[in-house]
């Protein structure tokens, strides 16, 4: 079965960081765009980074844009989402989804594109 695994969420203060880390297994990553999302209470969905299947493009939503870095590390079947200068408003519910796709530049305003999706790790920033 294809599954997607995230880790890394916690208690952070403000102006703290965390790198959260998507694992696939049951498939390798080689080929698939990955997405990070992320949901508060009572919010929608939020797109919030993405990268392509060999990480040669990535996007950030400009509520992140500065702060969060995507990367990846094929070898590892793994996705990272280095966050720094968090704010409370971070808090939420963070997912990675992905897509074979390995023609696409990604893009992390839709949720369409992306089949698969993990369970969520929960981030609180808070004092």
């Known amino acids: 079965q294809l599954q997607l695994v995230e880790s890394g969420g916690g208690l952070v203060q403000p102006g703290g960081s965390l790198r959260l880390s998507c694992v696939a297994s049951g498939f390798t990553l080689d080929y698939y765009a990955i997405g990070w999302f992320r949901q508060a209470p009572g919010k929608e969905r939020e797109g919030i980074s993405c990268i392509s299947s060999r990480g040669s493009s990535s996007q950030y939503a400009d509520s992140v844009k500065g702060r969060f870095t995507i990367s990846r590390d094929n070898a590892k079947n793994t996705v990272y989402l280095q966050m720094g200068s968090l704010k409370p408003e971070d808090t939420a519910v963070y997912y990675c989804?992905?897509?074979?796709?390995?023609?696409?530049?990604?893009?992390?305003?839709?949720?369409?594109?992306?089949?698969?999706w993990g369970q969520g790790t929960q981030v609180t920033v808070s004092s």
């Open positions: 989804a992905a897509v074979r796709n390995p023609f696409w530049s990604c893009a992390v305003v839709v949720e369409t594109p992306y089949k698969h």
